[in-house]
């Protein structure tokens, strides 16, 4: 028993001498799984350009990352494995002075050729100069290749602004 119980403490310790400054993750069948984020670590925001739709361009960080690309500089995140992913984003948004504007928040894929399932908020700042917070999630069946992008609608161009905000992907499978 004293043998057995030796040659096991040696065993562990060979295994977690080979593991020392490595990442494990594992998914679905032992495989690694992909994340990335990118996020506004800027303390002020960017006013969207324009009325309708918008991508949300003031991603100023990239984030955590393995397998999957965060570029902050182009404003999304590209997916390099096919699977299923959980994708979040938050932060807050503030209108102009118009008490009119109509704000929509909007996950899509591929420079808004699809947007995410269920990654839709409405109606997020309909009052004067007031700061709402934002916070979207849902799952998603993507590919390799795809983009992940942040849009906003806005009905008016009268400073609807984007302060704080957070986009992530992490394959669940």
Known sequence: MKYLLLISVILVSMFITSCQDKDYFFGAGGSSVDYGEIYNA??????????????????????????????????????????????????????????????????????????IQDMRQDGIAPFNDGVRPFSLSALATLTSGDTIELWVYSSTVAGTTFNKQHLNVVQIS
């Open 42 to 115: 800027a303390s002020l925001g960017t006013t969207i350009s324009g009325s309708g739709w918008n991508q949300v361009t003031n991603f100023d960080t990239n984030g955590v990352s393995s397998g999957a690309t965060p570029d902050h500089t182009n404003d999304h995140i590209t997916i390099s494995t096919n699977g299923t992913y959980s994708i979040t984003t938050y932060g807050s948004i503030k209108t102009g002075s118009f008490s009119q504007t109509t704000a929509f928040i909007s996950v899509y894929k591929n420079n808004q050729a699809t947007r």
